[in-house]
């Protein structure tokens, strides 16, 4: 169809749209602060800090404060409201006045969601990390497992704010409920956390032990990224059913 929009311009139209409805002041300021939070506890337990494993504290830490805590949440908020937000108040249809594919705009909204929530995760995860002096390994490890669960996180949660309604609240559950419990007592529900493959990350960089943090490094980046893949495939396929009108 000649009218048909490609499906480059669909994705670069879809970030602009979403990225826009994005980045409100109530949004980015209530998480710049959690992550302030995050950063200034992470200073105080370098300043204080007297074990003999100064490495195996800042691991502990950031993973309890950042990937327990601040990058599920921070991509949750940005991109269960990605398209979701779009579909509650039903302007949705607006995006494609003209005829296009339905994945263009899952990945054009996963974009922007990405794109706003991994500066707030990874600048102080990585400030934090510098300040607990554990190390250059787990600087290293900080950025990789933020990156990849931002990516994972976020393609997920998209999927969640088309599919449910409240995808917040079901999406703490998942975060609180899931990973913060369930996965621990038993195997199969591990490797339905995403905490577990970041936690693997930490572990398999650093050489410190975590619980849940028992996969190769590997299995920890490559599993995350296939699970987003997938995610985003089934919200094309989500979108492409919906009645958005």
């Known amino acids: 169809m000649s009218g048909m929009v490609r ?19 109530g949004r980015v300021a209530a998480l710049l602060l959690v992550g302030a939070v995050v950063t200034v506890v992470a200073i105080a337990v370098g300043l204080a800090d007297t074990s003999s494993d100064p490495a195996e504290t800042g691991v502990r830490l950031i993973s309890d404060l950042g990937f327990t805590t601040l990058v599920p949440i921070v991509a949750l908020v940005f991109a269960s409201a990605a398209l979701g937000d779009l579909r509650e108040d039903a302007t949705l249809v607006y995006i494609w006045l003209r005829p296009m594919d339905r994945w263009p705009v899952v990945v054009g909204g996963w974009l922007a969601a990405v794109t706003v929530s991994l500066p707030l995760t990874l600048v102080p995860l990585t400030i934090s990390s510098i300040a607990v ?31 449910l309604k409240n995808a917040i609240v079901w999406g703490l559950g998942y ?11 038993g195997s199969f529900a591990a490797k339905l956390a995403i905490r577990g493959y970041t936690r693997s990350i930490l572990t398999a960089v650093t050489d410190v032990d975590l619980d849940l943090g028992d996969l190769s490094l590997a299995v920890g980046v490559v599993i995350p990224l296939l699970a987003a893949v997938v995610a985003l495939a089934l919200a094309g396929l989500r979108l492409r059913s919906m009645d958005v009108a």
Do not use: K, M
Not at 146 to 152: N, P, S
């Open 175 to 185: 975060i609180l409920i899931w990973e913060g419990i369930v996965a621990a007592f």
């Open 7 to 25: 499906p480059g311009a669909a994705i670069r139209l879809t970030y602009r749209v979403v990225l826009r409805q994005l980045v409100t002041r």
């Open 133 to 163: 002096d554990g190390g250059t390994d787990l600087i290293g490890a900080t950025v990789l497992a933020a990156v990849v669960g931002v990516i994972a996180y976020s393609a997920l949660f998209v999927l969640a704010g088309l599919v």
